[in-house]
């Protein structure tokens, strides 16, 4: 006969059954040795409150996942302290969201790179004693790298960066190169509408003011079509101008990154290259520049965090990135 659950760990959430003699015991999912008296109290205090939790329906719902993206984003540029407020403000609204809880996480960690962070470990056990049997698999898959680091030595956290770092620019590297038949396309229309636009606006004018003079009639509008189109021409022009130079601007910066001493910069050259990708992926979006603003924040910050004075000195001379630093 099946015995009776009774306990649930307090590092992984798993219950289980325990014997009443068992003093101390290994979670048979997670592995760590835990207290029998405090698995017992962690099961019973959470079958004690789990009618009580408060959840977000209808509007309230919308209003979390708002909050949510919110905190994110601050998470994203490294301002903690606001996306724990906002994490906060989505507590106030839901305590049986696993969501929140990880989110939470992720501020704690300080978006999973403080691996000596123990305040998380409320937040983590919440969000899997809440979530279903998908959420789960999703806390698994977000955690379980963080967690795996943080049983590593200082040396094989070292070879573990060394091979993240390489992992992320070689993944980069083939994004970039993906890219580039596009923007080469891009590129040789951009020349081709700086010739043709003037083009079309000085014929489109000058027949325009000819006809007027010679004929004084409604010929004169023959060369209407010739300044619309010209304006086409410029205004085709003129919005991929910075996407063009956007996009040269990266490929010139995975260049400079190759020159910076990665024994010393290991684990930020991950957060570089991990900021650069998301760059990556909104330019094959399509995405404009100035939608892509809260990225290349992110990546001027974990250039900054960086440190490098080769990478410094291109920053403030690249014609892009020096619109977003100051020396």
Not at 61 to 72: G, N, R, S, T
Not at 140 to 155: A, H
Not at 205 to 234: D, K, N
Request: hydrophobic share 40%; proline share 2%; charged share 30%.
């Amino acid at each position: 006969m099946e015995k009776e659950l009774n306990a649930r760990c307090p590092e992984c959430g798993a219950e289980f059954a325990l014997e009443e003699s068992d003093l101390k015991i290994k979670c048979p999912n997670c592995g760590e040795e835990i207290s029998s008296v405090q698995a017992k109290k962690y099961f019973s205090t959470f079958h004690a409150t789990k009618e009580e939790f408060k959840e977000a329906h209808g509007a309230d719902y919308h209003k979390e996942m708002l909050v949510l993206d919110e905190a994110y984003g601050y998470i994203r540029l490294g301002d903690y302290e606001n996306a724990e407020k906002k994490v906060r403000e989505a507590l106030e609204l839901t305590d049986s969201d696993y969501k929140v809880y990880m989110a939470m996480v992720a501020v704690k960690t300080r978006n999973y790179t403080d691996l000596n962070d123990e305040s998380h470990k409320e937040y983590v056990n919440k969000a899997i004693a809440l979530a279903d049997s998908d959420g789960k698999k999703e806390i698994k898959q977000i955690y379980r790298p963080y967690y795996l680091k943080r049983q590593l030595s200082e040396n094989e956290l070292t070879e573990y960066h060394k091979e993240e770092k390489e992992l992320k620019r070689n993944k980069l590297e083939r994004e970039l190169k993906d890219l580039l038949p596009a923007f080469d396309v891009k590129a040789k229309r951009q020349k081709l509408f700086l010739i043709l636009f003037p083009v079309f606006l000085i014929v489109g004018i000058a027949a325009s003011v000819a006809l007027y003079f010679s004929t004084q009639s409604a010929l004169t509008l023959i060369g209407f079509p010739f300044v619309i189109v010209g304006y086409v021409f410029f205004r085709s022009w003129f919005l991929n101008r910075d996407t063009v130079s956007a996009f040269n601007a990266l490929l010139d910066l995975f260049d400079v990154l190759d020159g910076v001493n990665s024994d010393e910069n290991e684990k930020n050259l991950v957060a570089v290259y991990s900021a650069m990708q998301k760059v990556g992926a909104r330019f094959a979006d399509g995405d404009s520049p100035i939608a892509m603003t809260t990225d290349i924040s992110a990546l001027i910050d974990a250039l900054i965090t960086l440190d490098d004075e080769k990478v410094n000195k291109f920053l403030l001379g690249n014609k892009y990135f020096s619109q977003f630093v100051t020396e």
